[in-house]
């Protein structure tokens, strides 16, 4: 009919088939608040305007006049204008959905995975889609967390790489639906085995039953328009079996010589096993180990408890057996990096007799929360006649042989102070002390005073780790008076780099004080490094530490080091340095990581497959210097079988300090270790552990989820089809998508017909207030 009238006017409508109106002055956001303003005071002037007026049909009939013209003037002020289209049919689209999260390479058969199982079933219906390819427009997507648009002749050589992150089935959908917009879908095929992670797994889960109604029919509204949906099932639960670790749970460090647990989660899919063992290892060495017994499709816990023995930073690893024919054999372990601290430093201390140096340094430990201290001092010697009964006598005798035969190994530290053992021990005792510190890296302080640093075979054993030989007078106990000098290396060392300069920490060692006495030495050995020296004799000696096999050794020649304290007592603040000495001497002592003169370290302990690597590797010497021009490697120790990366050299990026770039995709534990070379000798080795992970959780539970696929296909008006089902059983609508192809506008605000009714309406108008008297 319009049409009609429009050829009428003489415009041209060939070829058009669908007429709109079209308001130009709508493209601007401020028209319509001015419409509106006008239209208020349209309302107000009409009020006024009719109010003197008696008769309801006056005012109706003036009202109406208002109005009409006013619609009138808006309709010009808004451009009208007809809009002569030409569309074209569209096919309705259709969306295919693959799931390509990490579950879809578990075993859906003996022989294939679950995605190489939906890629088969595809190639076996090739026809089928290719046919629905003519009457309708079908897209194909992968998705895991989110889809991604595949190739449009995808189905010609159909392959897909399982490695999302996370299956989140409604997720995926509800962003492809933003995407779309006003769009509609003939239809939705998901092709997943139902294991999601996301919104559609809580409704599945969900056991209130009013609750759970409520979700699906939020989840029925937020699908509309996206067509009927059918969902394929990959794969069938009946037949599959899967161990899996599903979680390991610890603390983030542990103790050592204290009990530590881990908790291991496990979850066994396909069969009931009566006994599971679950192992737990430090690198390769067994640590613990407990038989879990499994139900079918539920989650079971087992602590697995052991007790560490070494301070450090190790790989552990949980492991379950694997089965025949699991679906996947990727979580039946899991590797993570542990740090294993001292909870207290047990210390055993031996004094020769009281004194004051004895009881600053035994009230400065005892003082020390970190430290388990057993102290020993002797107050009555071999020669001494208390003229009484050993019975009579309260002191106890010296245990020697519980203390070195037995208890040595459990203590981390020894300390001798002006202590010669000859009355009181057997000389293989000695021997078991320089074992201690050399095969099991033990520590030994060794302070001055007139019974230490004798020349004897009895101290053959101890002059063999110490840091000097000693000196072959009848007696090396010098009284006089001395001052403190700090060495190059002492400037450096972490035990006497107190304060935060090089020239405060020598002003403070200066500042020290007199000291009253020393041990006279007769030499310092080669790997020893001294660290503070006096004046009085040479070589002057005074504090200096060694490292001898596996273990540490700290020698101060002198019994006065107690002044150090006492001089410093009236100093506010000055008396801290006593104390912090000591208790940087016992960490280094105990090797503690922050204090080691070449650390290899990394940001982290944990990195995604292919994520990249910096690691740092910090070179000094045995004084703490720098180490600049070495040659360093790195290579891997321990690593997943088949994946250990190639050794790769490092590049100096400041003094001492080297840097390596690493890139790891396999997924396991590794065991790095570096090693620094300068002129044919190792400078400085050290070892780190990482665990490359994914993020994926798909790994953790295998189950084939049909119930959730099967909540999806209700919700969307569709069916679940199982694999080897016919695609055929799918039955899309066509819903009529047309495309505007063409179109003309015609204004009709601008001519004279527009113009003449607008004239003669406020004619009218205005006539009629006139012919009423109202202003």
């Not at 599945?204 to 409520?214: C, D, T, V």
């Not at 937020?222 to 037949?239: D, F, N, P, S």
């Not at 009555?380 to 208390?386: L, T, V």
């Not at 000859?422 to 033990?442: A, C, F, I, T």
């Amino acid at each position: 009919m319009m049409f009609k009238i429009l050829e009428l006017m003489g415009i041209e409508t060939r070829g058009y088939d669908r007429l709109m109106v079209h308001f130009t002055g709508l493209k601007s956001p401020a028209s319509l608040w001015i419409c509106i303003g006008v239209i208020i005071l349209f309302c107000i002037s009409a009020y006024f305007m009719v109010k003197p007026l008696s008769g309801l049909r006056r005012k109706v009939f003036i009202l109406a006049l208002h109005f009409i013209a006013l619609i009138f003037a808006i309709s010009i002020f808004l451009e009208p204008s007809l809009r002569l289209a030409k569309t074209a049919k569209l096919k309705s689209p259709i969306y295919i959905l693959i799931d390509s999260s990490e579950s879809m390479k578990a075993k859906a058969s003996a022989d294939q995975s679950r995605i190489q199982n939906a890629l088969n079933w595809l190639e076996k219906n090739h026809a089928y889609f290719d046919a629905l390819k003519n009457d309708y427009e079908v897209r194909w997507f992968r998705f895991d967390e989110k889809a991604t648009s595949l190739q449009a002749n995808f189905l010609d050589m159909p392959k897909i790489s399982p490695d999302g992150q996370q299956t989140q089935i409604l997720e995926s959908i509800y962003r492809l639906k933003s995407e779309l917009g006003d769009k509609r879908l003939a239809g939705l095929v998901i092709i997943s085995d139902g294991a999601d992670r996301g919104e559609l797994s809580q409704i599945g889960s969900e056991q209130n039953p009013r609750e759970k109604a409520k979700q699906l029919k939020d989840m029925e509204r937020r699908v509309q328009g996206l067509g009927k949906i059918y969902t394929v099932l990959v794969a069938e639960e009946a037949g599959m079996k899967d161990l899996a670790i599903t979680s390991v749970q610890h603390d983030g460090y542990g103790f050592v010589k204290n009990p530590f647990v881990v908790v291991v989660k496990l979850k066994m899919i396909g069969e009931d096993v009566k006994e599971v063992p679950v192992q737990l290892y430090q690198g390769q060495k067994l640590v613990a180990g407990k038989s879990v017994k499994l139900e079918n499709g539920k989650e079971q816990s087992v602590e697995l408890e052991f007790i560490p023995d070494q301070v450090g930073r190790f790989l552990f690893r949980v492991e379950v057996p694997v089965y025949q024919d699991e679906a996947s054999v990727e979580n039946n372990q899991k590797v993570f990096p542990l740090t294993i601290l001292r909870d207290r430093i047990r210390i055993l201390y031996i004094a020769g007799n009281p004194s004051w140096d004895e009881k600053f340094l035994r009230r400065t430990l005892e003082k020390n929360p970190s430290v388990d201290l057993v102290s020993f001092y002797i107050l009555r010697e071999m020669y001494d006649n208390p003229e009484a009964s050993e019975q009579e006598l309260a002191l106890i005798p010296f245990p020697t042989q519980e203390l070195f035969q037995k208890e040595l190994p459990n203590f981390d530290i020894v300390i001798f102070q002006n202590f010669f053992g000859r009355d009181y021990m057997s000389p293989s005792y000695l021997e078991n002390l320089r074992d201690y510190v050399v095969d099991q890296g033990g520590a030994l302080i060794y302070i001055g005073g007139p019974r230490a640093f004798i020349k004897d075979s009895f101290n053959f054993p101890l002059e063999q780790i110490l840091p000097v030989d000693f000196s072959f007078g009848e007696t090396n106990y010098q009284i006089s008076r001395l001052s403190l000098r700090l060495t190059d290396a002492g400037a450096l060392h972490p035990l006497t780099n107190l304060a935060g300069g090089e020239l405060e920490n020598k002003s403070l060692w200066q500042g020290i004080g007199v000291l009253e006495n020393y041990n006279q030495v007769l030499r310092v050995k080669p790997d020893a490094v001294v660290l503070v020296e006096h004046t009085q004799s040479n070589p002057g000696t005074l504090i200096a530490v060694r490292e001898v096999g596996k273990g540490r050794v700290l020698m101060i020649a002198t019994d006065s080091f107690w002044r150090f304290r006492f001089e410093q007592e009236g100093q506010e603040g000055q008396t801290k340095y006593y104390q912090l000495f000591w208790e940087r001497a016992l960490r280094w002592l105990v090797k503690d990581p922050e204090m080691k003169n070449h650390s290899l370290s990394l940001f982290k302990d944990k990195y995604k497959p292919g994520e990249d690597i910096n690691i740092y590797f910090n070179v000094q010497d045995r004084s703490y210097q720098p180490v600049s021009g070495a040659t360093v490697s790195l290579k891997a120790v321990q690593a997943p079988e088949g994946c250990s990366p190639a050794e790769m050299p490092g590049e100096e990026i400041a003094p001492g300090k080297y840097q390596f770039k690493l890139n790891l995709n396999c997924p396991g534990g590794y065991k790095l270790q570096a090693i620094a070379e300068k002129e044919g000798l190792v400078a400085g080795t050290d070892e780190a552990v990482l665990a490359v992970e994914k993020d994926s959780q798909e790994l953790q539970d295998l189950s084939i989820r049909k119930d959730l696929m099967e909540l999806l296909a209700r919700a969307g008006d569709g069916e679940l089809l199982k694999i080897p089902d016919s695609p055929a059983k799918m039955k899309f609508p066509d819903i009529n998508l047309e495309e505007i192809i063409g179109a003309k506008d015609i204004p009709v605000w601008n001519n004279w017909l527009t113009l003449t009714i607008f004239v003669l309406l406020f004619g009218i108008f205005w006539a009629v207030r006139r012919y009423y008297s109202l202003s």
